[in-house]
Every structure is written in structure tokens, then in C-alpha cells.
């Protein structure tokens, strides 16, 4: 092995395999190295930058050592005995003594500065929508529960929404210590729909709202979705003069309807 300065870098080790070889240096620069390399490591000290790079001969030279490493460590763990596998502790749940999520839960979606409203089970949530956002002009459902006027389906580009005044969609579940509804690609078809509408409105079955965010992350969603959010309240900026501003990055508001799923809905 040897030390020089190479290409403005002030330390470089070589390692000699017997061939007169260029090393392509990280810089873009060459240097004619007579004794030929394997690998060219080198720190700059004004950025702290540490780099290897294999030279353009020198291959097969580098495959053998890495050939012999393997085999190595693959003997070297032959030698070890393996630890027996330990079982990962009980988590406690952290929700004894509470009665009911829900007081807690509408509690929280207030403070988060969403709004929640009680509907009937089985009303026309089409003339509902209709009546309480009466200037959403483009209105998407996710869900076959509200009619909307805008199509959504798996082939829907995302950038298409953005138009959307109010987006619409069935949360599985909600969360009632933070006030969150649980969404995934499934209940949104279109990511950008809880995003890119001005309104969201998240409906949810008063039965399907667990107590904490540990039976949250119990449930199997988290797993078996492609995308998934925990949804808490609107989007909101407090960063410029501390004045608190909704709709900076995403929905201007989120509404959370507490409403019964249809008969006949095994989802959640």
C-alpha cells in the first residue's frame, strides 16, 4: 500500500495487483498509477468527503478478494452458535378505565381544528352535501355512499384533482386520542384526493374508533396497504408570525361525519 496526494485530494492508499492501470478518480480527473491498483480510497479534507472507486483493470483481482471475504464469513459463522430466538415483550395498550372512545375522540378533532357533525344512518347524504357546501362546484366521492360530479377511479391522474372543491372518502377507523382518521390508496382510489381538494369530508362509523395510536398500529392496515395516513385535522402553518393559517399545504378543512356504515359493509 502507498500514500500520495492525487487530483487535489491530500491522502490516497493504493493497492497493487501487479498491472500498470488508470484509476477514475470521483473528480472526473485521471491519474497513471505504475504498479497498477485494485481500489483507489481517498478523503477530502476541506468537505470531509471519503470515496472508494475500483479501477478500469484490476476486476478480477477484486472479485477473488471479495470471493475469499465471503467464504470467511460464512466459515466464521459456522463456528458461532446462533442465539435462540426471544419473544418480543406484551406492549400494554394504555387504555384501562376508559368507558368509550368517543367523547375523547370528538374532543380532539376540534382541537386539531377539524369539525365533526352526527348524521342518521341510511339519509341522502347527496342532498346533504348539497346543502351544507352549497359553492363546491367539483365535488369527488371515493365512496358509492355520496354522489359526486367529478369520475374517480384507479386511472385518474392525480394532478386531475385539483380542481376538487370538496373530496370525499370512508375512513376504516379513527383514533380518538389524536382526533385522526385512518385513510389508505383503498378508501382514497386517488392519493392527491385527501390532498388536493379545498374540503375533505371523512365519513366514520361511531364503532370503528379505537382509544390510543397503539391499537392503531395493532390493527393489520398499516401492512396490507400500498399507502396509508393518519389524517388529523386540516392542514394548518403557524410558521409566519405565529399566526395559525389552514389550507397552507393540503385540505382547508376536514369534517369527520359520524355516520353507521350501510348494512352489508364487512370493510374496517
Known amino acids: 500500500m502507498r500514500s500520495y496526494p492525487v487530483g487535489g485530494f491530500e491522502h490516497f492508499e493504493v493497492e497493487a495487483n501487479g498491472e500498470e492501470v488508470y484509476g477514475e478518480l470521483s473528480a472526473g480527473a485521471y491519474d497513471r498509477i505504475t504498479n497498477g491498483m485494485v481500489l483507489i480510497s481517498g478523503h477530502d479534507p476541506s468537505s470531509g468527503f471519503h470515496f472508494a472507486t475500483r479501477t478500469r483493470k484490476g476486476g478480477k483481482a477484486a472479485m477473488r478478494n471479495r470471493d475469499r471475504n465471503l467464504e470467511t464469513a460464512k466459515h466464521d459463522q459456522s463456528l458461532t452458535e446462533q442465539p435462540s430466538a426471544i419473544s418480543l415483550p406484551d406492549v400494554p395498550r394504555f387504555d384501562e378505565g376508559e368507558a368509550s372512545p368517543l ?69 376504516v377507523f379513527g383514533v380518538a386520542e389524536t382526533g385522526s382518521v385512518y385513510l389508505s390508496n383503498r378508501e382514497l382510489t386517488v392519493n392527491a384526493l385527501g390532498y388536493l381538494s379545498q374540503h375533505l369530508l371523512v365519513l366514520l362509523d361511531p364503532a370503528d374508533i379505537v382509544g390510543n395510536l397503539h391499537h392503531a398500529f395493532a390493527r393489520p392496515e398499516f401492512a396490507e396497504a400500498r399507502y396509508s395516513v393518519l389524517m388529523t385535522g386540516p392542514s394548518a402553518t403557524a410558521d409566519i408570525e405565529g399566526v395559525l393559517i389552514h389550507g397552507a399545504q393540503g385540505v382547508r378543512s376536514l369534517t369527520v361525519a359520524l355516520m353507521a356504515k350501510p348494512a352489508g359493509d364487512a370493510s374496517a
Open 103 to 171: 367523547p375523547r375522540l370528538k374532543e380532539n378533532v376540534k382541537r386539531m381544528g377539524g369539525k365533526l357533525v352526527e348524521l342518521e344512518a341510511g339519509m341522502d347524504l347527496t342532498a346533504w352535501v348539497a346543502e351544507n357546501y352549497p359553492e363546491a362546484k367539483v365535488v369527488c366521492s371515493a365512496t358509492p355512499e355520496v354522489g359526486g360530479n367529478r369520475e374517480l377511479s384507479d386511472l385518474t391522474a392525480p394532478q386531475s384533482l385539483e380542481d376538487v372543491d370538496l373530496g370525499i372518502a370512508r375512513a
